[in-house]
C-alpha cells in the first residue's frame, strides 16, 4: 500500500512514481527520527531538572548540618561553662571542708 501525503487527493491520483514513494518514505522516516530526537531532549530536559533538583535537595542536607552545627555549638559551649563553674564549685567546697576549722574564741 503506498504512503499517501496530506492534500494528495487519496484513491483518485494518479499512481505514484518510485521517485515519490522514496520521497514520501523519507519524509516520515525524517518525520519519526525528529520525534525521537525530540523525545530523546524532552528526556534529557527531565533527567537534568531531576539532576538539578536533587542537587538543591543535597545542598538543602548540607545548609541544614551547617545550621545544626550552628545551633549547637553555643549550646555546647554554654554547657561546658555550665560543667566547668560547678566543677570549680565543687573543688571549692572540697577545699572548704578540708581546712582546718577557724577559732571561733579569737574576736577578728
Do not use: C, K
Not at 76 to 91: N, P, Q, S, V, Y
Not at 95 to 102: E, I, N
Amino acid at each position: 500500500m503506498p504512503i499517501s501525503l496530506p492534500g494528495s487527493g487519496g484513491d483518485h491520483a494518479a499512481p505514484r512514481s518510485r521517485l515519490h514513494r522514496f520521497t514520501a518514505a523519507i519524509i516520515w522516516i525524517n518525520a519519526i527520527s525528529v520525534t525521537i530526537l525530540v523525545g530523546g531532549e524532552l528526556f534529557a530536559l527531565s533527567a537534568a531538572l531531576d539532576w538539578a533538583l536533587a542537587g538543591l535537595l543535597h545542598l538543602a542536607g548540607n545548609i541544614n548540618y551547617v545550621l545544626i552545627a550552628a545551633l549547637f555549638a553555643p549550646s555546647a559551649l554554654a554547657t561546658w561553662a555550665i560543667f566547668g563553674r560547678a566543677l570549680a564549685a565543687e573543688r571549692e567546697l572540697a577545699q572548704l571542708q578540708a581546712a582546718p576549722p577557724v577559732s571561733q574564741s579569737h574576736p577578728i
